[in-house]
């Protein structure tokens, strides 16, 4: 069975302070999707990046980058300077291709909380 | 471009009562997936269809029920609502079975059940 483990709970941070979001995950399947959802407090959830198992390149958007490393089971997701606007919610996600299905597995998700 | 559409997004009713959530996959999408979040929980997969067809299905009561019609949208039935049914229903649309990866999720629609 597939399973994502986010170990923090809750991060608060000073706006401007680089922050990094754990994510590991657990699964038999070789081909396997990674996701990172933003979820505001206005509830919808923002896609952030989908990365598949057998690219495991580093990507920069911005002020994101995420570092995908198989070899620990790790899709870590760093916010550089660190904006008001960044807190929300967190989620990271794993699908599993088993045939007509891609259902996702959440994470219990990050508290990120920026202060001014 | 076109998103999933969820309608309504709000919705308030009493327990007991009956309850529909629609949701309207991206055109030529073929696969729509039900997701429930509690208050302060990660979404859980309830049920998904693949060409009409129910193709998985996780963590539904009996008391749900959902179909995808001719046209790809669906329909999440929620009977004898309780209080603890109270949460944000995603509806999330993908081609190919999903085989793509891509996954697009609509904007929730909130139930609250008093």
């Known amino acids: 069975a597939q399973k994502v483990t986010q170990a923090q709970t809750e991060i608060s941070v000073v706006e401007k302070e680089d922050v990094t979001l754990d994510c590991v995950y657990e699964?038999?399947?070789?081909?396997?999707?990674l996701f990172w959802y933003k979820q505001p407090p206005s509830g919808e959830l923002v896609f952030l990046i989908r990365?598949?198992?057998?690219?495991?390149q580093n990507e920069i958007s911005g002020r994101y980058s995420w570092n995908f490393q198989k070899s620990t089971s790790s899709f870590n997701f760093t916010i550089t300077a660190s904006q008001v606007v960044d807190s929300a919610v967190y989620f990271c996600?794993?699908?599993?291709?088993?045939?007509?299905?891609?259902?996702?597995?959440f994470g219990k998700g990050i508290t990120l909380s920026v202060r001014p | 471009a076109a998103g999933v559409i969820q309608s309504p997004r709000h919705l308030i009713k009493e327990k007991r009562e009956t309850a529909t959530l629609k949701c309207y996959p991206i055109p030529r999408h073929d696969t729509v997936y039900w997701y429930q979040q509690g208050p302060g929980q990660d979404p859980q997969f309830l049920i998904s269809f693949y060409e009409k067809m129910q193709s998985d299905k996780g963590s539904i009561p009996d008391r749900f029920s959902a179909q995808q019609f001719s046209d790809y949208h669906s329909e999440l039935n929620m009977s004898s609502l309780e209080l603890g049914d109270s949460a944000l229903y995603f509806c999330?649309?993908?081609?190919?079975?999903?085989?793509?990866?891509?996954?697009?999720f609509g904007e929730g629609s909130r139930l609250t059940v008093l």
């Open positions: 990365r598949n198992s057998f690219d495991e």
């Open positions: 699964t038999r399947d070789t081909t396997y999707y």
């Open positions: 996600a794993l699908s599993e291709q088993t045939g007509a299905n891609s259902k996702l597995t």
């Open positions: 999330a649309s993908s081609r190919l079975g999903g085989n793509t990866g891509e996954l697009f």
